[in-house]
């Protein structure tokens, strides 16, 4: 095992994850040995951005938990707990509806504290019990804070798991895109017409709903009526 002494770190070099703009490491933090996962990012501002948002949020069961910061080799170095398990794959209906619910828990949690996550996507979700199916929510690179008067702003992505652009960006645009990640990992694909349980589809248009005000407009509704669609 190749390791390298990044800071107080030693990083283990068989790199863990890709991502579009960063190489994931695991290694340990020799002062105290705890292991950690580190998300180095050639995009300086822009993992110090990230570190920042995930600083804000702090600790919570359904969010990876931020360490620290620090700047190597002209890159920006996200120190944050190593997660054991995958990134979300193909799920049976009842499976993929609680780990859905399970999504929209952190994402209750990180909107509370002013957060839209904006790239909800079975990448960014690991897996990391498969009996339990508990998850954590990762890759805050294009989250975003709410500004003084309450509004998100700022370029969002464009692509299968976001809504279609729209004025305003609310908290429904996760809402929206938990529930394209719910309808992926059930078919295959983000649309909705392979659904079989017909009240479960009907949920998950309303979330994917193109109008940003007809979607859930909370967590808890979408959590509750997920939670009794099949009684
Ligand atoms: N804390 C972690 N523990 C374990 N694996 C991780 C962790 N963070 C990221 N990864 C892995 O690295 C990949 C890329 O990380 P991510 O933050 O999504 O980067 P990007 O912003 O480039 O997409 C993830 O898909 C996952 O496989
Ligand atoms: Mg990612």
């Known amino acids: 095992m190749r390791t390298e002494l990044w800071g107080k770190y030693e990083v283990n070099l068989a790199q863990k994850g890709y991502g579009g703009t960063s190489a ?7 002062l105290n040995q705890k292991k950690v996962a580190i998300k180095k990012m050639a995009n300086i501002a822009l993992g110090l951005k990230e570190a920042w948002i995930m600083n804000i949020y702090g600790k919570n069961e359904w969010l990876v938990e931020f360490f620290d910061f ?4 002209n890159h920006a170095c996200i120190v944050m707990e190593q997660l054991s398990g995958s990134v979300l794959d193909s799920l049976s209906e009842k499976e993929a509806v609680k780990v859905t619910i399970n999504l929209l828990k952190g994402l209750q949690f990180l909107h509370s504290k002013g957060i839209l996550h904006a790239d909800i996507s079975p990448r960014n979700i690991i897996l990391t019990n ?6 954590k929510i990762i890759d805050f690179e294009s989250a975003k804070l709410k500004d003084l008067e309450g509004v998100y702003k700022g370029e969002v992505k464009n692509w299968i798991f976001a809504p279609p652009s729209s004025k305003e960006i609310d908290d429904s645009y996760d809402f929206y895109s938990a529930a394209a990640v719910c309808t992926y990992v059930l078919t ?5 017409q392979n659904i079989t349980h017909a009240k479960l589809k009907v949920i998950l248009e309303k979330a994917m709903n193109k109008d940003p005000k007809q979607r859930y407009r909370k967590a808890a509704d979408f959590i509750q009526d997920l939670e009794t669609y099949d009684v």
């Open 70 to 73: 620090f700047i190597h080799d």
């Open 130 to 135: 498969k009996n339990t199916l508990s998850l």
């Open 24 to 30: 994931v490491y695991f290694g340990i933090d020799s």
């Open 188 to 192: 295959g694909e983000v649309k909705t």
